[in-house]
């Protein structure tokens, strides 16, 4: 059956910070033009924002440079940074880092804390103000090229298929949305971007991309306990020195709290839980304190891109880029990744809009990576690129090499160090230790399904599973065998079961519970023989985060 097909001059895939700069910045530039361009931006979630999750400490430097009146408009970033504190964890105690001696990544002067997903949502309000076609719920479910190989948009995913793969009474095919450029925004490890990253072989002569798994709580505390502006960021305990990871804290709004744990997925020990992990590190007494008598409004959890400026793909191809955490903007010794991605966007509409203009399309933007590479982007990953290399030596060596770097340096060190792929970093279940880990008390530390609950996730289970094993007898045979089945434990969502099956005679058996999925794509990285691939469900489905 044919598609139906929509034309546009630029469609953007992904609607968070970077697609929507992207979008925004392109009708800027038809406006100072004074011509027409059409402009589509698909969202696989919803409503726009209701996939997002960061911290969130935000440099408005982007954001300021996209729309220089954001603060009079009424963006929704109130709360300033009014002191930052970092602090090496023991199991008992805690060092502050004098403020004299923090590197400039850590100081957060200037920036505000705030709910990225409420930001992004008001930049989708600017976005269709200016006439950008919004479509939330539809995901990009495969990439659409010419007969030379060219990129010429993406198709839509089916609605109504049915788990066997039969269409349901209520099927409607997807649709091709066609443009001259096409911008792929989804965030870090878009299923369309990997692919996309393989067939014009853009990871060519550049390292692997690194990541971390960052889960978060929204808190609600008393009064007496809320310090708005506070930030804390932390390193040690419960970690070993030997695995690279820390926390953020930060307290905004009206009595906010927000609460995480970031942890390196190029970690060794498969008996280790990032969700565990997060939960022991809230019963600290440097953190307890912050949270107690409070309660837990929010959960949710995702996968953040950390290799820097080595790790970034080519970025451009034959008919559209990638932007964003698609590529992997974020700062990861900063922590932050809105400006970056807010900043790519822009670079990348700029280029596109140049193009448009000059009677191009579905080449490569080559003016794209050329203005990354003079721009302030390019010289802030520059100074911080060494960051994941050096901590991925251990906490203490790590911290030293890098704060040496940065203060004797001044970020302009000769060498450039390399990083290696996450999921080859596991060893065998044989050569590590178990972790005990206590059980939940309900009122600081809770068990997965309860904090799946407070993520809002929905997905009809009557649907083909959106994670997808390419050779199930991997999942025993090898999974099972040789690393004692971590996806159990990486995955922050209760997702991954190994159950006993009857019908074998007891053996054990992957059960995939693709409900409670939050999308954080951890199973798509870490899985050591890369069996799982994630890719989007039936549109609007997966977690509903509204203050995140």
């Known amino acids: 059956m044919e598609r139906e097909s929509m034309q546009f001059d630029v469609l953007i895939v992904g609607g968070g910070p970077a697609g929507l700069a992207a979008a925004i910045r392109l009708k800027q530039c038809a406006q100072q033009a004074g011509r027409e361009i059409s402009v589509c931006l698909i969202e696989k979630a919803g409503e726009i924002g209701a996939h997002i999750l960061s911290g969130a400490v935000i440099d ?10 954001w603060q009079a408009d009424g963006a929704p970033l109130t709360t300033a940074v009014t002191e930052d504190r970092f602090l090496f964890l023991s199991q008992t105690g805690s060092q502050r880092v004098p403020d004299s001696t923090l590197i400039p990544s850590l100081r957060n002067h200037g920036n505000y804390i705030g709910s990225l997903g409420q930001l992004v949502r008001w930049l989708g309000q600017q976005a269709e103000a200016l006439g950008v076609e919004i ?20 198709a839509t995913g089916d609605m109504g298929v049915l788990r066997d793969g039969m269409h349901g009474p209520n099927y409607q095919q997807g649709m091709a949305l066609l443009a001259d450029y096409t911008l792929f925004a989804e965030g870090c490890r878009g299923h369309l971007g990997k692919q996309l990253e393989e067939r014009f072989n853009l990871r060519a002569g550049v390292d692997p991309q690194t990541y971390g798994l960052g889960i978060k709580e929204l808190w609600e505390v008393p009064a007496e306990k ?15 020195s030997d695995t690279y990871g820390g926390s953020f804290l930060y307290h905004y709004g009206d009595r906010r ?9 190029g970690y060794s020990n498969p008996y280790l839980s990032a969700y565990e992990e997060f939960q022991r590190y809230k019963t600290h007494p440097a953190i307890r304190q912050h949270l107690e008598g ?8 995702r996968a953040l891109t950390a290799g820097g400026l080595q790790s970034l793909p080519k970025l451009v ?52 990576p050329e203005s990354f590479r003079a721009s302030w982007l390019h010289r802030e ?38 990083n290696k792929a996450d999921h080859k970093q596991l060893k065998p279940a044989a050569e590590c230790k178990p972790v005990d880990y206590p059980k939940p008390d309900g009122v600081l530390t809770f068990d997965r399904l309860s904090s799946v609950f407070l993520s809002n996730t929905h997905h009809e289970e009557d649907q083909p599973c959106h994670l997808q094993l390419k050779n199930p007898a991997v999942a025993i045979g090898i999974n099972y065998e040789q690393y004692a089945s971590p996806e159990q434990r990486y995955c922050p969502a209760g997702v991954y079961e190994i159950v006993n099956d009857a019908q074998a005679g007891g053996a054990p058996r992957l059960q995939i519970n693709a409900q409670n999925c939050v999308h954080c794509k951890s199973c798509d990285i870490k899985d050591p023989t890369q069996n799982i691939n994630w890719v989007a469900p039936q549109g609007g489905e997966g977690p509903i985060y509204t203050e995140m």
């Open 226 to 240: 809320h310090q708005p502006g506070l930030v804390v960021h932390t390193a040690g305990w419960p970690l070993n």
């Open 381 to 418: 990953l520059h100074a911080t690129r060494n960051f994941k290399p050096l901590m991925s030596k251990g906490l203490w060596l790590g911290t030293l090499a890098f704060g040496l770097e940065q203060k004797l340096l001044g970020a302009c060190s000769p060498w450039t160090l390399h």
């Open 317 to 368: 191809f034959p008919g559209g880029a990638l932007i964003g955490d698609d590529a992997g903007f974020l700062n990861a010794a900063r922590i932050k990744g809105t400006h970056t991605a807010i900043k790519s966007g822009m670079l990348a509409a700029d280029a596109a809009f140049a193009a448009i203009a000059a009677g191009r399309k579905q080449d490569e933007l080559a003016t794209y």
């Open 135 to 154: 479509y939330a719920g539809f995901a990009g479910a495969e990439v659409l090229y010419d007969e030379n190989g060219n990129v010429i948009g993406v």
């Open 294 to 301: 409070g309660k837990r409004l929010a959960y949710g959890a």
């Open 257 to 265: 709290v927000a609460v995480g744990f970031v942890l390196g997925l």
């Open 60 to 69: 408005p430097r982007g954001l300021s440079e996209l729309l220089p009146n």
